[in-house]
């Protein structure tokens, strides 16, 4: 958007904020730059802040032009509060119409409609922003860049699905840009393309790219489709440094009855050797995903896409529950399925036809134990153990769910528990909820321990616990005599 101001950059100010601000003290620092305009970018997970602070600056001062754009408020008559008090609002692409828009308030001749569709322009005629990440960005944060736009998959719970293709930017202009990163230090790269190996020709020559210019610290996260992984894709991939590449996976489901409802197209056999073959053959970083309570699932379900997953040995295995986004095609079986979603952001579903409010609680904490304990690292040994062996039929999801309901028993939270803690309550359940022998439990949880770094003794800490144990089951027998 800064970057295709034009003559009005002069006058412009970027201004970053967090969703750990409070709104009034964002007012305030807007304010004191006395804007005439305040544009605002709106997403699902600031749409809570972004309301509050729009209301809080045409309260404070009403002459201020706020524009709003960005997917929350892009899929009108489906629309938040917060179009209720801005002046504009601009649908979909952004890039000139924001420009556009400012120019013409500036000069006093404000357009008369309050909802501006975006102009969509070729993308070889924008203004590349990255000469405007500042040595700030540089040092302390990734970098997001955009090799393609836009994705040709219909998948209906992403918004995505409403774009008609993917395009590329001019890869050589692209790689400029990139190179002058690198030469000003940059090393940690985030491609924001939602299918970077759809034009493998392309990923190709960005990958050689940076293998040219590798570092010890270059760092490299791109978002992949499963199940397309040529040869030329693979031949290049093994050449990287192990943890210098991190690949984002969306299987979502490997259910293909609930692919075919919500219009995804996944070979499933090709996105398990291809996710094999990553495991095996390179050493890149592999964050998957899955998606709980989409239309027709039911928990049994999930937990055979939740162990196929495990099976394969990702790195992580991210857990998102289904979220309402506006515009979404998945929003046309919301009758049918019954599909109840939370009323305030992030409208996470919250019970449907064939899944329980309880079911969705139950694998919310399940996801949020399995961040600290599988996703973590942390926990490798101990992890072994828990979710037992396929050999002897046991189910992962199902091990890992009785884990997760006894830690949830004792702690009554999945929240603020120190890494010590944890350590005693995963010793407490291995022992009393799955019976396993002390001396097991002990070596792998030392392994861990000790791979962890952690300081003190494990044998101390456990001992504690053991003793506390002890005591309580003392007390009790006192008590019933």
């Known amino acids: 958007m800064y970057a295709n101001l ?8 970027l201004i970053e904020f967090t969703i750990h601000e409070r709104p009034i003290d964002i007012s305030e620092k807007l ?14 997970w600031n749409i809570s802040e972004i309301t509050e602070l729009v209301q809080l600056i045409k309260q404070i001062s009403p002459s201020i032009i706020v524009v709003i754009g960005g997917p929350e408020v892009s899929h009108l008559p489906d629309k938040p509060t917060v179009v209720n008090d801005a002046d504009y609002i601009i649908q979909g692409a952004g890039e000139t119409s924001f420009y556009q828009l400012c120019t013409q308030i500036l000069a006093n001749r404000k357009p008369l409609n309050k909802v501006i569709n975006g102009e969509v322009i070729p993308l070889e005629q924008l203004e590349l922003p990255y000469i405007f990440y500042n040595d700030e ?15 040709p998959f219909k998948c209906e719970f992403c918004l995505s699905s409403l774009d008609k293709t993917s395009k590329p ?31 493998v020709a392309n990923s190709v020559t960005i990958l050689e790219f940076f293998l040219e210019r590798m570092t010890d610290d270059l760092y490299l996260h791109f978002e992949v489709i499963p199940d397309n992984l040529p040869d030329k894709l693979k031949a290049i991939l093994t050449r990287f440094p192990k943890n210098s590449l991190q690949f984002e996976i969306g299987v979502q489901t490997f259910d293909p009855d609930i692919q075919t409802l919500i219009s995804r197209k996944q070979d499933n056999q090709k996105t398990k050797d291809n996710i094999r073959w990553l495991r095996k053959h390179t050493g890149a970083h592999l964050h998957t995903d899955l998606i709980f309570g989409l239309p027709s699932d039911t928990l049994e379900n999930f937990s055979k896409s939740f162990d196929q997953l495990v099976e394969l040995n990702p790195q992580e295995i991210q857990m998102g529950i ?12 919301s009758q049918e399925y019954q599909m109840n979603y939370s009323q305030t952001p992030p409208y996470t579903v919250l ?9 969705l609680q139950q694998v919310q904490r399940f996801a949020r ?51 010590p803690r944890l350590y005693k309550m995963l010793y407490q359940s291995l022992l009393s909820d799955f019976k396993m022998a002390e001396k097991t439990v002990k070596i792998a949880l030392l392994k861990d321990f000790e791979q962890s770094g952690q300081r003190g003794s494990l044998d101390l800490l456990l001992n504690k616990q053991r003793k506390a144990r002890i005591g309580t089951a003392n007390k009790r027998q006192q008590q019933h005599g």
Not at 137 to 150: C, F, K, P
Not at 174 to 192: H, P, S
Not at 351 to 359: A, P
Request: aromatic share 10%; with cysteine; charged share 25%.
């Open 137 to 151: 960005d540089i040092r302390n944060r990734l970098i997001y860049v955009e090799a393609s736009r836009g994705c």
């Open 369 to 419: 134990y399995w961040d600290m304990i599988a996703n973590s690292g942390r926990f490798k040994n101990t992890l072994a153990l828990v979710l037992g062996n396929k050999k002897n039929n046991d189910s992962a999801f199902q091990r890992f769910m009785q884990l997760s309901n006894a830690l949830y028993k004792e702690a009554g939270s999945t929240w603020k528990i120190a890494l």
């Open 169 to 199: 930017f001019e890869l050589g202009a692209f790689l400029v840009e990139m190179d002058k990163l690198i030469q000003r230090g940059a090393r940690n790269f985030k491609f924001i393309d939602r299918t970077f190996n759809l034009k």
């Open 351 to 359: 019970s449907t036809r064939d899944i329980s409010f309880m079911e």
């Open 6 to 13: 034009g003559e009005l950059q002069h006058q412009t100010t």
């Open 31 to 44: 304010l004191l730059l006395k804007p005439k305009i305040i544009g605002l970018s709106v997403y699902i």
């Open 322 to 333: 289904l979220k309402r986004l506006r515009g979404a095609p998945i929003n046309r079986h």
